[in-house]
Nanobody, 118 residues
């Protein structure tokens, strides 16, 4: 069973930075891709950024140029560097990992709260 554990959330002022981490219980080479999602109160969960095994990345338009997704294969860890944070970035951030075989296997972390407020 795959476990994903996020950390690094917290309270930050507008314009500030945070780095989220997601540690996987198994080698990240197992996953076809990994990503970060977020869910704000009253809203649907949305994709923030995704990274493939070949390190190809894609981002939501709302975070392009401010957020950077990366992974450390040796540490089985994925990161999300968030800069120039805005109040609208406030949400619970979730780590996601996918394996494509005969069917799709998808795993989620428990989430970490990010609050951007003065």
């Amino acid at each position: 069973q795959v476990q994903l554990v996020e950390s690094g959330g917290g309270l930050v002022q507008p314009g500030g930075s945070l780095r989220l981490s997601c540690v996987a219980s198994q080698t990240v080479f197992r996953f076809n891709d990994m990503g970060w999602f977020r869910q704000a109160p009253g809203k649907q969960r949305e994709l923030v950024a995704r990274i493939s095994t070949s390190d190809r990345t894609n981002y939501a338009d709302s975070v392009k140029g401010r957020f950077t997704i990366s992974r450390d294969n040796a540490e089985n860890t994925m990161y999300l560097q968030m800069n120039s944070l805005k109040p609208e970035d406030t949400a619970v951030y979730y780590c996601n990992a996918r394996i494509f075989m005969e069917t799709l296997y998808e795993y989620w972390g428990q989430g970490t709260q990010v609050t951007v407020s003065s």
